[in-house]
Each structure stands twice: as structure tokens, then as C-alpha cells.
């Protein structure tokens, strides 16, 4: 098997280990729902964490530096930092991140998961336009709900996993550092 094929299993395994931490946060619709007491609590947009994962090992930085500041209450006291939560936050333009899972542990390698609330629905086409990934035309796949397209740049892999049910919406951004070796700091 090719070293991209191998990457792509570890990737799908990521992803199924991810639902299986998170399942509340992913496995409904009802679940993605914003809920009324989620108010903005930060400038961020969802549009950044898209961004900044593309930019490298300082665009992870800054990305990880604001989900620890959303959720400080809900990390772990290793270093790095561990969360995993499903408390609701609002940002600026309105999206709410439903749950947050970062492992900085997963096979020697960051990875952040953002679990994207259902309403209102933050756009496949808007992410994928701001990742700079041409989506794929409706039907060109196998049709199954919650497929997923992803980006390679300066070290760094993003996933955009669309909704189960809305494919228009957004489900998750996840995204890694390519580098099999331990972050500085990672014990």
C-alpha cells in the first residue's frame, strides 16, 4: 500500500475514533441545534479556524491558543493541553462550534476536531471556498450523506465533513499536522 494510501486509512480511523469520543455532538441533528443560552463569546469566526489550520504549524498555534481560550474550564492539566467538550460558543459571525476535541497525543501528531452546530448552518461551499477546495458536483460521488474533502498545505491537513442532514451545512473541520513527530513540548 502507498504512503498516501496508509495516510488516508490513518485519516479514516481518525474520523471514526472521533465519532465514537463524540457522539452526542455528531450522531443527530436534534444535537446540532443551537441552543438559545449560546451567546457570542468570542471574536473569532468559523471562517479562521478554516484558515488558519492551511497556514502551517503557526496558523495550528493561533487556532489552538483561541479553542483553549473558548474552552480553558474543559482542558486537561498535561502539556499540551487535552479537551474534549460539547458546550455551545457563538462566535462572530454567528456559527456555533457544538463540541471541540483536541488530542494532542493521537498518533505522535496534533488534532483538533470542531463538531459545527446545525443552526444556523455554516456553509460547505463558504468553507470549502475559504480552504480553497473545489467541491466536488452533487452526485459525482457515492451519494452517501457526510462525505468528507480535505487540503494538504505547509504541513497541515484540513477536513471538511458535511452534514448528515443537510449536505449544504457543515458537520465537522478537523484538522493536522502531517509530521509524525512530537510537537516541542509534547511529552
Known sequence: MSNAGVFR????????????????????????ST??????????????????????????????AELMRLYRAQATSQDPSNVYARNPIRLADHFVIAGVQIDNQ???????????????????????????????????????????VSARRNDMELTLTESRSDPRCVEDISFLHLKTERRAGAK
Do not use: N
Open 9 to 32: 486509512k490513518e485519516v479514516a480511523t481518525l474520523a471514526v475514533a472521533m465519532a465514537l469520543l463524540m457522539p452526542a455532538a455528531c450522531s443527530t441533528a436534534p444535537a446540532r
Open 35 to 64: 441552543p438559545k443560552h449560546a451567546t457570542p463569546t468570542s471574536a473569532t469566526r468559523m471562517d479562521d479556524f478554516v484558515r488558519w489550520a492551511l497556514q502551517g504549524p503557526s496558523g495550528y498555534d493561533q487556532a489552538l
Open 106 to 148: 493521537y498518533w505522535y501528531r496534533p488534532v483538533v476536531a470542531i463538531t459545527v452546530a446545525g443552526q444556523p448552518c455554516y456553509p460547505m461551499a463558504q468553507a470549502a471556498a475559504v480552504a480553497g477546495i473545489e467541491l466536488p458536483p452533487p452526485g459525482s460521488d457515492t451519494g452517501s450523506p457526510g462525505r468528507s
